[in-house]
């Protein structure tokens, strides 16, 4: 679907948002008068009241300029903030959507509102469907062109430019979460990775050979097991001052989580295609960031593994060494994320010495039981990271909930054996994760962790901007929260 944005424009759709008792807009006087009164006479039908979201339409007659009007419900104007707006772009895209019509026509009076109900109606518009062989051309949409009429046009492409960065962000990562683990192993995850180049991102893959050679026995533990080779993926994106240190954004990027020998229950494990979700928002958050040339110097480390029960896989009770020198007692193989992550973050630390870090892992089962499926759990000693992620979140409707560190819950993580174990016991299992991690990021380093497990997939009720089975939540957060703090 093509989104554009006009001072004027003819559709067959023509949309109109009503405020919550209120009347026809002025840009709606002409089509009405046309139609000898049809808008008016919709307003009154349906016990339509203007409330948020709420729909009627009116078929128009032949002499008309459109096909088929339509009035939307915008709520009280004092209400409609970002996601409201967001909401009606959204609604319209799914409604309309497969109308048979090609074309439309949404009506407002500012630019703001312009751009949100773009954003809405692009992320509502996302379709997976490359597997299904049998679609009938009336089984898929029809509307190919979404026009945002609006006074002033210059100021709401303005504000789409962004928007639409962060939108491709979004859907990169929805598309390679919803993406097969038989079709998406690291190393087509890494390929995928590579294509970025095109978008002007520096990328470099390492291999298992090459990992070895640093000493990356964590991460190597967790994917020995899979007959697919690990990779680490590297992506740059330096639009900002030459010299200046980078914020490096990590990803766990397993790409299927069996459990390994501590196998999963089989119900729901198929679900474990998604695992790899902080690897997509990382990678989708590049893409966001390059397509709109952002003023900031960034890179992006996923670690890709496979977690696979097999002869060679590792055990319950084996010690990895991880490339920052500690050890690490295996008491459960499918808590893989951490391992991952501690020599991801390790050599993020040593080739890039960054500004901040941000990790984001589909890491527990925790987070889920604590915030269910519409606050990501967020884990950092440094308030200003805290506070500045919150406000990006709340900004893009990708929300944050800040749960507690402390040395009480790090010390679950004692083991006979090593250093640590990677388990710490049934308590506070988001936390004793987050603190695991803590012991990879050296003193004085800045850095959040984003426990995403709960809303990299939504069951239950979800957003109208989110209609596959993955959300792609990540990359709107995170180029929001560079726009905002690194590129002033
Ligand atoms: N990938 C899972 C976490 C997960 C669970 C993500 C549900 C999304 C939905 C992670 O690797 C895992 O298995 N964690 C274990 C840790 C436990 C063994 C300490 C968990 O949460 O049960
Ligand atoms: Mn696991
Ligand atoms: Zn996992």
Same mark, same amino acid.
């Given at each position: 679907?093509?989104?554009?944005?006009?001072?004027?424009?003819?559709?067959?759709?023509?949309?109109?948002?009503?405020?919550?008792?209120?009347? %026809?807009?002025?840009?709606?006087?002409?089509?009405?008068?046309?139609?000898?009164?049809?808008?008016?006479?919709?307003?009154?039908?349906? !016990?339509?009241?203007?409330?948020?979201?709420?729909?009627?339409?009116?078929?128009?007659?032949?002499?008309?300029?459109?096909?088929?009007?339509?009035?939307?419900?915008?709520?009280?104007p004092?209400? !409609?903030?970002?996601?409201?707006?967001?909401?009606?772009?959204?609604?319209?895209?799914?409604?309309?959507?497969?109308?048979?019509?090609?074309?439309?026509?949404?009506?407002?009076?500012?630019?703001?509102?312009?751009?949100?109900?773009?954003?809405?109606?692009?992320?509502?518009?996302?379709?997976?469907?490359?597997?299904?062989?049998?679609?009938?051309?009336?089984?898929?949409?029809?509307?190919?062109?979404?026009?945002?009429?609006?006074?002033?046009?210059?100021?709401?492409?303005?504000?789409?430019?962004?928007?639409?960065?962060?939108?491709?962000?979004?859907?990169?990562?929805?598309?390679?979460?919803?993406?097969?683990?038989?079709? %998406?192993?690291?190393?087509?995850f890494?390929?995928?990775?590579?294509?970025?180049?095109?978008h002007?991102?520096?990328?470099?893959?390492? *291999?298992?050979?090459e990992?070895?050679?640093?000493?990356?026995?964590?991460?190597?533990?967790? @994917?020995q097991?899979?007959?697919?080779?690990?990779?680490?993926?590297?992506?740059?994106?330096?639009?900002?001052?030459?010299?200046d240190?980078?914020?490096?954004?990590?990803?766990?990027?397993?790409?299927?989580?069996?459990?390994?020998?501590?196998?999963?229950p089989?119900?729901?494990?198929?679900?474990?295609?998604?695992?790899?979700?902080?690897?997509?928002?990382?990678? @989708?958050?590049?893409?966001?960031?390059?397509?709109?040339?952002?003023?900031?110097?960034v890179? @992006?480390?996923?670690? %890709?593994?496979?977690?696979?029960?097999?002869?060679?896989?590792i !055990?319950?009770?084996?010690?990895l060494?991880?490339?920052?020198?500690?050890?690490?007692?295996?008491?459960?193989?499918?808590a893989?994320?951490?391992?991952?992550?501690?020599?991801?973050?390790?050599?993020?630390?040593k080739?890039?010495?960054?500004?901040?870090?941000?990790?984001?892992?589909?890491?527990?089962?925790?987070?889920?039981?604590?915030?269910?499926?519409?606050?990501? *759990?967020?884990?950092?000693?440094n308030?200003?990271?805290?506070?500045?992620?919150?406000?990006?979140?709340?900004?893009?409707?990708?929300?944050?909930?800040?749960?507690?560190?402390?040395?009480?819950?790090?010390?679950?993580?004692?083991?006979?054996?090593?250093?640590?174990?990677?388990?710490? *016991?049934?308590?506070?299992?988001?936390?004793?994760?987050?603190?695991?991690?803590?012991?990879?990021?050296?003193? *004085?380093?800045?850095?959040?962790?984003?426990?995403?497990?709960?809303?990299?997939?939504?069951?239950?009720?979800?957003?109208?901007?989110?209609?596959?089975?993955?959300?792609g939540?990540?990359?709107? %957060?995170?180029?929001?929260?560079?726009?905002?703090?690194?590129?002033?």
């Amino acid at each position: 679907m093509k989104i554009t944005f006009a001072e004027q424009a003819d559709a067959e759709i023509a949309v109109f948002v009503i405020d919550e008792g209120g009347k %026809l807009p002025e840009s709606a006087k002409a089509l009405d008068e046309a139609s000898g009164g049809l808008l008016t006479e919709a307003l009154e039908q349906e !016990r339509f009241t203007g409330k948020s979201g709420q729909q009627t339409y009116a078929v128009l007659p032949k002499s008309a300029s459109a096909r088929r009007a339509v009035l939307i419900g915008g709520g009280k104007p004092k209400d !409609r903030d970002a996601r409201a707006q967001e909401k009606i772009g959204a609604l319209l895209a799914k409604s309309q959507g497969g109308s048979g019509y090609k074309s439309l026509a949404l009506h407002v009076d500012d630019a703001e509102f312009a751009a949100r109900a773009a954003i809405g109606a692009e992320l509502a518009s996302y379709r997976f469907d490359e597997y299904f062989t049998k679609q009938k051309p009336e089984d898929k949409p029809s509307l190919e062109a979404f026009t945002v009429v609006c006074p002033d046009e210059g100021a709401a492409k303005a504000a789409w430019a962004p928007l639409d960065a962060a939108a491709a962000g979004t859907r990169l990562a929805r598309d390679l979460m919803n993406q097969p683990p038989n079709i %998406l192993f690291p190393a087509a995850f890494a390929d995928r990775i590579k294509e970025l180049e095109k978008h002007g991102l520096e990328v470099e893959i390492l *291999g298992e050979k090459e990992m070895e050679k640093l000493g990356m026995g964590s991460l190597l533990g967790v @994917g020995q097991g899979s007959v697919k080779e690990s990779k680490l993926g590297i992506m740059k994106w330096m639009g900002g001052a030459k010299d200046d240190a980078p914020v490096a954004l990590v990803g766990k990027g397993v790409c299927f989580d069996t459990g390994g020998i501590s196998l999963k229950p089989g119900p729901s494990m198929e679900d474990m295609r998604g695992d790899m979700g902080g690897a997509a928002a990382v990678t @989708g958050a590049m893409l966001a960031l390059a397509k709109r040339k952002a003023k900031a110097n960034v890179v @992006g480390l996923v670690g %890709l593994v496979e977690n696979m029960p097999d002869g060679n896989a590792i !055990r319950p009770g084996d010690i990895l060494t991880s490339a920052s020198g500690q050890t690490i007692e295996v008491q459960n193989t499918d808590a893989e994320g951490r391992l991952v992550l501690a020599d991801v973050l390790w050599y993020a630390q040593k080739h890039f010495k960054p500004k901040s870090i941000v990790d984001l892992a589909t890491l527990t089962g925790a987070i889920v039981i604590s915030l269910g499926h519409h606050h990501a *759990g967020l884990f950092t000693d440094n308030d200003a990271m805290a506070e500045g992620l919150t406000k990006a979140g709340l900004a893009e409707g990708e929300r944050v909930w800040r749960l507690p560190l402390g040395s009480e819950y790090d010390s679950l993580l004692k083991s006979k054996f090593a250093d640590m174990r990677n388990i710490g *016991g049934r308590a506070a299992g988001s936390i004793t994760a987050a603190q695991f991690l803590k012991r990879f990021v050296n003193e *004085g380093q800045e850095w959040a962790h984003l426990d995403i497990a709960g809303v990299a997939w939504v069951d239950g009720e979800k957003s109208p901007l989110d209609p596959s089975w993955a959300s792609g939540f990540g990359p709107r %957060l995170l180029d929001r929260w560079i726009a905002d703090n690194y590129e002033g």
